[in-house]
């Protein structure tokens, strides 16, 4: 049995190698292998022995080892079988029954970052700045709903992608909103990314050169799948400023729940105090539609104080404490 790594207790991971142990985890030559430390720790918190435990994009088979290490049972697929026990399988439709797997671990392309094979079904020739990417991966991640036991966690690996003179796609964050349709997050762990490449010097100039950031680190998602008859939570709707509609804005301020039967002069006094709160704290704007004027007095070239952004209301406007 392999050497035993570290069970990680921050959401900052950082391991020296692909590798634990003595023995081999997947192949560390494999352009793109996961270190082996991330299965290891997911398999430790989240299954037990003789578990299933399915990687449905599995590469050189990292997670397979560790299953096998971990007394877990392993399935592995791929586009590119690289060893006899990985399926040949599109990770879109993978040959298992619903609710059949206690574990998912994935780690995809990252769009077109590595060229992994010529399969033109293969995610990594799909671009992440024309939607296919998403399109694709919005599958996988349902195909993995589909196959994971309800109140079962998974969990997905991946970087955000910059290519010199494209925009920045934070990758991330949108394979974060799509799995945040089918499950709760349950935590992010940021990984540091010990890349060969990244040692190398030129990189690093350029990267001053040319005004951008190397990736320094990968997102670990972890998410749980609601259990049966439990509802996912509603992800937070934003409303940008033109959204906002007149009628939709609050005219007075919003008293505090369980005031519904207090006397009518007694709500307009506690109107009234709120309103003066929120001016003191900046916060003018939240319920007024009267545009902010700047206090005369204020310094040329400083933020107005109420407008919350910068400065600490009071400081800069502190009424009679304040020299002319
Ligand atoms: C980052 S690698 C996985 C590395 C793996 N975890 C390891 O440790 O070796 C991504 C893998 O996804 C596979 N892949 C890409 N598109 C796929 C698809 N549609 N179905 C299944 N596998 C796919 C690639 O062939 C590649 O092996």
Redesign the pocket.
């Known amino acids: 049995m392999a050497k035993r790594p570290e069970l990680m207790t921050t959401t900052l991971w950082d391991f020296p190698s ?1 590798q634990y142990g003595d023995e081999s ?3 560390k030559n ?1 352009r ?3 270190p ?1 430390y991330i ?1 290891w720790n997911l398999l430790q918190r989240y299954t037990k022995a003789g578990e299933l435990v399915v ?9 397979l080892d560790v299953a096998r290490d971990l007394g877990r049972r392993g399935l592995g ?4 079988p ?1 060893r006899p026990d990985i399926a040949l ?4 439709t993978l040959p298992l029954e619903d609710g059949s797997a206690d574990f998912v ?6 769009s077109t970052h ?1 060229e ?2 010529e ?1 033109p ?5 799909l671009d992440a700045r024309d939607g296919s990417y998403y399109e ?1 991966m919005g599958m ?1 991640i349902a195909e993995i709903d589909r196959i994971l036991k309800p109140g079962r966690h998974m969990a997905l ?1 991946v970087s955000d992608s910059f290519q010199k003179g494209k925009p920045f796609c934070p990758i991330g964050f949108d394979l974060f909103s799509i799995m945040c349709a089918h499950f709760e997050p349950v935590d992010i762990v940021c990984v540091t990314r010990r890349n060969r490449t990244l040692l190398r010097n030129h990189w690093h100039t350029s990267a001053v050169e040319g005004n951008y950031f190397l990736r320094g680190f990968n997102y670990l998602f972890i998410m749980r799948k609601p259990g049966i008859g439990e509802r996912l939570v509603p992800r937070p709707v934003i409303h940008t400023k033109t959204e906002t509609t007149e009628r939709e804005r609050p005219k007075t301020a919003i008293l505090p729940s369980g005031s519904a039967n207090i006397d009518r002069n007694r709500r307009k006094r506690i109107s009234r105090k709120m309103r003066e709160e929120q001016k003191t704290q900046g916060e003018g704007r939240e319920w007024s539609n009267r545009p902010v004027e700047p206090k005369r007095g204020n310094r040329p070239g400083r933020p107005d104080p109420r407008g919350g952004k910068f400065g600490r209301p009071g400081k800069h406007d502190g009424g009679g404490r304040r020299k002319p």
């Open positions: 692909q985890q997947g192949d494999y793109g292998a996961t082996a299965q990687d449905p994009m599995c590469g050189s088979g990292t997670t697929f791929d586009l590119q690289t399988c599109d990770a879109r671990f994935v780690d995809p392309p990252y590595l992994y094979s399969d079904r293969c995610v990594g020739k694709a996988v690996y």
